[in-house]
């Protein structure tokens, strides 16, 4: 650690003295560069790589593969979020179009980043989710005002550590009696976002990056080329390549939840109420149209259909997916699947959160809400702040609920399968279960970087009949 230290306040050394040296001719556009490395707020920075970053690296390297691969990454966008803070006291704030390329190199990394957690689910997949996750918060760069559509950057780095934080501990749950080394890589990326990168944000940008007065202009890429007219492919010419994702900071903006088109039983009582009538649209039946007129509706089933439909595989309808709030009063989420990005974010404490057919995704409601059900769920994960009177799980399965906040009650009914992961300001809280298996629940350790503690909820009672009444306790397996 000395020895670092050292290094680095000799290069600091031999900065200052090559800008005195140059100070009679005054600055140009090279020594600029110079200039926004010695600023105190770029070594700040580089304190924050040579400590947090680097512990990240070389716990990443005790464990290897995978996990080594992630580590890189976030060393590469820590290093790429540098570049660009030199550049912003270089150049003038860029209009929507200059800031998407400003921002290219950094959508480039996290784009590498969730790459690695694609496809068939790797190995160490929670450790991949978490690393990839986390590079969220590196977006508090592009924060330009309360009018861009995102947090101010203190809150954006804490929010975006929340929704990484999910698979952080499941990383520490899973490793802590297990390999120490796993345990201090998720401790170490922890620590790099919260308190590391937020409190940077906040001793240096609170209000977001200060971009320079009299520097260079910053601006999209060249033009694009003129149009080539277009030229039918032959035979044997491939097909031309789908267009590429959009960009993570693309200067779209995205319509909100609260303001998209109504669907479902809203749309529904819509035109009810417009006043139009509401059955012009409707045709009539006639005598031919009847069941009991038509000649191929008969009571007797054929052999042959009898045998096609016996041998058919089973089908089960599903609706289309929906994320919409209803009537002002229910936000549904319905038939989500593989969606790991589920955000609710426009909600008060009056209304409450449905969520029904999800499988292999992750909701994250932001705010005080009223009541959260999730029913008929799989593998579904759900992030939520507060809520005032309770949080439902019935008829599920692999169900994992975090509580950041406080909830009076959680009740699970009816599952097979449920972590429940608990805030200190949830301690409180009364878990009811009936009819269900395998629940744990996680809390926080005595120490704030403690591992966390698991208990496990009894699914067998003896019901014994003691001094004229049945007296029930939870069944105790003891050891030999």
């Not at 550049?87 to 290219?104: C, H, R, S, W, Y």
């Not at 934080?165 to 790099?192: P, S």
């Amino acid at each position: 650690m000395e020895e670092n230290l050292v290094k680095r306040l000799e290069v600091a050394v031999a900065r200052l003295e090559a800008l005195s040296a140059g100070g009679s001719r005054g600055f140009s556009p090279e020594d600029g560069g110079d200039a926004a490395a010695v600023d105190p707020s770029i070594l700040a920075f580089d304190d924050l790589i040579s400590q947090c970053v680097n512990r990240v690296t070389i716990a990443g390297e005790k464990i290897g593969g995978r996990v080594l691969d992630v580590s890189k990454v976030i060393a590469e966008a820590f290093a790429v979020q540098k570049e660009l803070l030199v550049k912003i006291k270089q150049t003038q704030k860029p209009d929507n179009a200059g800031m998407v390329e400003f921002l290219k190199p950094l959508n480039e990394v996290m784009t590498k980043a969730s790459a690695l957690t694609e496809g068939r689910r790797p190995d160490f997949f929670h450790h991949l989710k978490t690393g990839a996750d986390s590079l969220a918060a590196l977006a508090w760069i592009a924060y330009t005002g309360k009018d861009c559509g995102m947090s101010m950057p203190i809150a954006h780095v804490e929010e975006s550590w929340q929704m990484a934080e999910f698979y952080c501990n499941k990383v520490l749950v899973e490793y802590r009696n297990k390999d120490a080394n796993h345990v201090e890589w998720a401790k170490a990326l922890k620590e790099l976002y919260v308190p590391g990168l937020r409190d940077y944000v906040k001793g240096h940008y609170p209000l977001g990056p200060v971009w320079s007065a009299t520097g260079k202009i910053a601006s999209a890429s060249a033009p694009a080329p003129a149009p080539v007219k277009a030229t039918p492919p032959g035979p044997g010419a491939p097909a031309p390549p789908p267009p590429p994702p959009a960009s993570l900071f693309s200067s779209e903006t995205t319509q909100p939840s609260s303001s998209r088109p109504k669907e479902g039983m809203s749309a529904i009582f819509q035109e009810i109420n417009s006043g139009k009538p509401v059955t012009s649209g409707l045709r009539k039946v006639t005598d031919d149209m009847k069941t009991k007129n038509r000649a191929d509706r008969s009571g007797v089933v054929a052999a042959a259909e009898k045998e096609g439909r016996t041998g058919s595989p089973a089908f089960s309808k599903v609706g289309p997916p929906k994320l919409e709030l209803q009537m002002g009063r229910k936000w549904v989420v319905e038939n989500q699947i593989g969606r790991n990005n589920l955000v609710i974010d426009d909600c008060d404490s009056k209304q409450s959160v449905y969520i029904y057919g999800c499988k292999n995704s992750v909701l994250h409601i932001k705010g005080k809400v009223n009541n959260i059900t999730v029913d008929k769920c799989t593998k579904m994960g759900v992030v939520f702040k507060d809520v005032v009177a309770a949080c439902e799980i019935v008829n599920s399965s692999g169900v994992e609920v975090q509580c950041q906040g406080s909830a009076p009650t959680i009740s699970v009914d009816n599952t097979a399968g449920c972590q429940l992961y608990l805030g200190k300001d949830a301690l409180e809280t009364s878990i009811t279960t009936a009819k269900s298996s395998e629940i744990n629940v996680l809390v926080p350790g005595s120490e704030p970087d403690g591992d966390w503690g698991e208990h496990a909820l009894p699914q067998q009672y003896v019901h014994a009949y003691k001094d004229g009444q049945f007296v029930t306790t939870p069944v105790s397996h003891s050891g030999a």
